[in-house]
């Protein structure tokens, strides 16, 4: 079955570069997500990326897969107090009507 | 656009009762699907409709049940709570999987 994994915490510096690394196990993904979620909140959904790509950028985030390793990573420049949250990545496989998600990482933005 | 809404926003129940909650889609979404949140397991789908059809089930006793109605909006039922039923319920919408699905609040459900 699918599997998708996340380590538990990112701590960084207000200014520096996030990087959340994500693994997945399902070779069939067709299409990969990050969605962030704040305390108390629902999540939102940051990007996408079709398994066919290898990048791709919006405004501060960079989405990056690695097909052959199944690794999915997103990175936020310039990080922000408000960019402290829990994010999931989540992955949608061949022919499926759901998302699977992480575990989630949590990112804390030091001032 | 309004988003997805969720009600209620929070719920406390009694061991043994049943609940329903209830999702009301973005506009135009005739996906409905519903997740549950707990800090122990994460996210797991638990079932996801289309157009008043139950497409997709998640690993959940019968006691979980939903239904969508002609309009859309979506309902999922707990019957005979129990303890770890406690969770954040959330509901998403999608016009196409693909697109990425549009989460609402949640419900907070708390069984005591």
């Known amino acids: 079955g699918e599997d998708v994994e996340q380590s538990l915490f990112l701590s960084v510096r207000e200014g520096d570069s996030s990087v959340i690394n994500c693994t997945y196990t399902d070779s069939s993904s067709t299409y990969l997500y990050w969605y962030k979620q704040e305390p108390g909140a629902g999540l939102q959904l940051l990007t996408y990326?079709?398994?066919?790509?290898d990048m791709k950028q919006d405004q501060r985030l960079t989405v990056l897969l690695n097909k052959k390793d199944k690794h999915l990573s997103l990175r936020i420049a310039d990080t922000q107090t408000g960019d402290s949250a829990i994010y999931f990545c989540a992955e949608l496989g061949t022919g499926a009507n759901n998302l699977f998600f992480g575990t989630g990482t949590r990112l804390t933005v030091i001032p | 656009k309004a988003g997805v809404t969720q009600t209620p926003r929070y719920l406390i129940k009694t061991r043994g009762q049943q609940v329903t909650l209830s999702c009301s889609p973005i506009s135009g979404h005739r996906s409905v699907s519903w997740y549950q949140q707990t800090p122990g397991q994460g996210l797991q789908f638990l079932f996801e409709?289309?157009?008043?059809?139950?497409?997709n089930k998640g690993n959940f006793p019968g006691r979980f049940s939903g239904r969508q109605f002609s309009n859309s909006r979506s309902e999922m039922n707990v019957s005979t709570l129990e303890l770890g039923d406690s969770a954040l319920y959330l509901c998403?919408?999608?016009?196409?999987?693909?697109?990425?699905?549009?989460f609402g609040q949640g419900t907070r459900l708390t069984v005591v």
């Open positions: 998403a919408s999608s016009l196409a999987i693909r697109s990425g699905a549009f």
């Open positions: 990326i079709f398994s066919n790509m």
């Open positions: 409709y289309f157009s008043e059809t139950q497409r």
